[in-house]
C-alpha cells in the first residue's frame, strides 16, 4: 500500500504543490504538480479564497493521505513571512477539515531528506526531485518542484521509523538503523530545526 502525500509549498502570488504517492519501500511516483496563482492587486481575503479553493480541489480531486507543508522560522522580508503564514494557515484549515494530518519541514529537512544535504542548491532539489520521480525534466515552476520536495520529504520521513506513513517516526535521538545518508541527514537537519525553534 502507498502514503499519497500533498505537498504545499505556500505563498500568495505563487502556491506550489504537487501530490506523489510512496510504497513501503520509498519509491516515489508523481500523481500531479502545478501552482495556485492570485495576482497582486487582489484584495487579500480574495486572494486566501483563491488559494483555499484552489486547494480544496485538490485534496478532493486526489484524496491524500497526508499533507506537508513548508515551515518557515526564519526570513527577513516580513511581508513575504506574512504572506507565506497567510497561506499556510489556509491550507491547515482546508486539511483539518478533512481529517487530514499535516506535517511541518524546513526547507533544511526537506533538502537533506531528497539530496542528503541540508545545504543544497535549489536547482539541486529540482534536478533530486525528478531522479526520485523518473522525470525527464525538473518540474515547473520552481514553486511545484519545491512541493513535489516537502511531499517526498513526509513520505520518506515515515519511512526513517520502518512504515511509510507511520504515525509514529522514531526520534531523530534514537540510533538510526539502517537508514539512507539521505535518512541519516533528514535526522540532523530536524535536530538542528528543533535545537533553533526552543522544542
Known sequence: MSLRVLGIDPGLTRCGVGVVDVTSTRKATLVHFGVIR????MPLEQRLLAIGTGIAELMDEHEPHAVALERVFAQHNLR???GTAQASGVAMHMAAARGLAVGMHTPSEVKAAVTGYGSAEKAQVGSMVAKILGLDSVPTPADAADALALAICHAWRGSAGGTVGASSVTSASAPAV???PAQHA???AESAAKRRLGS
Open 38 to 41: 492570485t495576482p497582486p492587486d
Open 80 to 82: 513575504t513571512v506574512m
Open 178 to 180: 539502517g537508514l539512507t
Open 186 to 188: 533528514w535526522r540532523a
